[in-house]
């Protein structure tokens, strides 16, 4: 993605993130457990910072069961690093667990 960014007359600063990601789904049980697994990476190639430590990456792996027609129970395991000019909003990165769940309407 590109911005522009405009500072005082004729000043014109590129803000730039280039990200790429894989990822893959498998149903264990036919419409009703499935796996899943993500990988991503992200670059902030802006003008107005260091290029150096400017990445983030992503691994998420979950589980997934159908408990009905219309909701979802979610398992994923997340780890998040986050380099300090990397445009990234948690801080330094996470490594955890979350649980949901969805509901259609």
Not at 14 to 21: G, I, L, S, T
């Amino acid at each position: 993605r590109d911005f522009c960014l405009s500072r005082g007359l004729g000043d014109v600063y590129k803000r730039q993130v280039q990200y790429w990601a894989l990822e893959a789904q498998q149903y264990i049980l036919p419409e009703k457990l499935y796996v899943a697994a993500r990988y991503a990476e992200s670059e902030n190639t802006s003008d107005l910072i260091e290029q150096t430590d400017n990445e983030v990456t992503r691994l998420q792996v979950s589980a997934g069961y159908w408990i009905n027609d219309r909701a979802l129970w979610k398992v994923e395991y997340v780890n998040q690093d986050e380099g300090v000019n990397s445009g990234g909003q948690i801080g330094t990165g996470f490594d955890g667990i979350t649980s949901e769940i969805s509901v259609k309407f």
